[in-house]
């Protein structure tokens, strides 16, 4: 009797494991979704899985992609079911994924933004890719203006389908990685680094200058860049070995059209420098005026300041 006990007890604590693990697995309904993630995510609280539409024409659309405001999947590639989710928060059209973990109260939350906000009309979906997910953001504006060009009459934006009211503007295709949603590459470098310099500063003054440059074996020089010869030292440190391969990996993701590019407005005041170089000699050179002008160099930003604070720098 008391072996018996014992056995149901031990299959009580593994199936109550095993609900608490698939709780992403089991969900079903939009109720479900919901009450999911105001448990776990307070912030949460007035986020609706909800897609408003400009025109009536618009919901005819998301009926005929069988649209859905939240969809499953591994997308970090831990084994672990995911969620997305999409609508509205505060009014703001907006758009998350849930991350598992083996603990099974633990769940992170990432925000899915598109590299640049346009239009007045979000879809956001989730399409398939080998073993991975890939969030493909599309823009649209249902508000279209008639124009004149060489003497033309003209309606803005050209792609326009006037049965869903709807003119496409651009469409995104995104992916997670190292801990950030950035713009998907298909077709990642797989040459190694040889160096990685970038430099932060103010073209109108107001923040530090300086210059840092990272090679393969992880060697960074911090460079003071100043009008004062007193502040023009340089600084030696090691990166953090925990950080740099992550570091690595991000920067030979990135998708660049062209070998120099530039970002954002030229009048911006804060900007940064990006520079790649490449042991079999591809080299990209970005200004970047936006400080993040792609997600995918935003996330490097992220990662190269963390790698800065945690130098012992000499």
């Known amino acids: 009797m008391k072996k018996l006990i014992v056995s149901i007890l031990?299959?009580?604590?593994?199936?109550?494991?095993?609900?608490?693990?698939?709780?992403?697995?089991?969900?079903?309904?939009?109720?479900e979704v919901l009450i999911f993630l105001k448990k776990y995510f307070k912030d949460l609280r007035n986020f609706t899985l909800e897609t408003k539409v400009q025109e009536p024409e618009n919901q005819v659309y998301l009926d005929s992609i069988e649209f859905s405001n939240w969809f499953t999947g591994d997308f970090n590639d831990d084994g672990?079911?995911?969620?997305?989710?999409?609508?509205?928060?505060?009014?703001?059209?907006?758009?998350?994924?849930?991350?598992?973990?083996?603990?099974?109260?633990?769940?992170?939350?990432?925000h899915v933004i598109p590299p640049t906000d346009v239009g007045n009309f979000h879809v956001v979906v989730t399409e398939d890719y080998k073993t991975k997910p890939l969030v493909?953001?599309?823009?649209?504006?249902?508000?279209?203006?008639?124009?004149?060009?060489?003497?033309?009459?003209?309606?803005?934006?050209?792609n326009?389908?006037?049965?869903?009211?709807?003119?496409f503007i651009r469409k995104d295709t995104l992916v997670y990685k190292s801990g950030f949603m950035i713009e998907f590459n298909p077709k990642p470098l797989t040459a190694d680094i040889d160096f990685i310099q970038i430099h932060p500063y103010c073209q109108f003054g107001g923040?530090?200058?300086y210059r840092i440059k990272i090679d393969s074996a992880g060697n960074m020089i911090h460079h003071n860049i100043s009008k004062s010869?007193?502040?023009?030292?340089?600084?030696?440190?090691?990166?953090?070995?925990?950080?740099?391969?992550?570091?690595?990996?991000?920067?030979?993701?990135l998708k660049f059209p062209k070998k120099e590019m530039k970002y954002g407005s030229a009048e911006a005041n804060e900007i940064i420098t990006f520079q790649v170089k490449y042991k079999d000699g591809t080299e990209y050179k970005i200004v970047d005026y936006a400080k993040?002008?792609?997600?995918?160099?935003?996330?490097?930003?992220?990662?190269?300041?963390?790698?800065?604070?945690a130098g012992l720098w000499e």
């Open 10 to 31: 031990f299959f009580t604590l593994l199936s109550s494991t095993s609900t608490f693990a698939q709780q992403i697995d089991d969900l079903t309904i939009d109720k």
């Open 80 to 110: 672990l079911t995911d969620l997305f989710v999409t609508g509205m928060e505060r009014k703001i059209y907006t758009s998350y994924i849930v991350l598992a973990a083996d603990d099974d109260e633990s769940f992170t939350l990432v």
């Open 136 to 158: 493909i953001y599309k823009q649209f504006t249902s508000e279209v203006k008639e124009t004149v060009k060489n003497g033309m009459p003209q309606r803005i934006p050209k």
């Open 160 to 167: 326009y389908n006037d049965y869903y009211k709807l003119g």
């Open 207 to 209: 923040c530090p200058d």
């Open 229 to 253: 010869s007193d502040d023009q030292k340089v600084y030696k440190a090691k990166a953090d070995p925990d950080l740099l391969p992550e570091f690595f990996n991000l920067v030979k993701y």
């Open 292 to 309: 993040g002008g792609t997600l995918g160099l935003a996330a490097v930003y992220d990662l190269f300041f963390k790698i800065k604070d």
